[in-house]
C-alpha cells in the first residue's frame, strides 16, 4: 500500500515552509489543538469494533468451511451493515481471506 501522507505530516511540512510568522504561529497552535485531540485513545465505537471483530474472527475460526457476511452477522448478532466494515478491516489485517464461488463470497481464515 502507498504511504499516505496524514493531515499532521502536511501540516509539519507547512510549518516548515512557511515564512510568514504570525501564519506560523497560528498552525503551530493548530498542531497543538490536533496533537491534544487525538491523544484520548480509541473511542468507545471504536472499542466495541474491536470486540465486535475479535468476536467475528472467532466465529470464521470455529466455522469448517467460510461463512458469508449474512452467516457471519447472524453469528454475532448484528445486522451485515455493521458487520461488513468489521469484515474489511479482517481482510485489510490479512487474518482472514475472501473466496468468490460463484456469486457467493466466503469469508475464511487466513
Not at 515552509?17 to 465505537?45: D, F
Not at 455493521?82 to 463470497?105: D, F, I, S, W, Y
Amino acid at each position: 500500500m502507498a504511504n499516505v501522507m496524514t493531515y499532521a505530516t502536511a501540516l509539519e511540512i507547512a510549518i516548515n515552509e512557511i515564512t510568514n510568522e504570525e501564519a506560523k504561529e497560528r498552525l503551530v497552535a493548530l498542531q497543538g489543538q490536533l496533537a491534544k485531540r487525538g491523544s484520548h485513545g480509541p473511542t468507545k465505537t471504536q472499542r466495541e469494533n474491536e470486540v465486535l471483530r475479535e468476536r467475528i474472527y472467532e466465529v470464521i475460526c470455529e466455522a469448517e468451511e467460510g461463512l458469508t457476511a449474512t452467516e457471519v452477522a447472524n453469528a454475532v448478532e448484528v445486522k451485515v451493515q455493521k458487520a461488513t466494515p468489521q469484515l474489511t478491516k479482517l481482510l485489510n489485517e490479512e487474518r482472514v481471506v475472501k473466496v468468490k464461488e460463484g456469486k457467493v463470497v466466503r469469508y475464511k481464515v487466513a
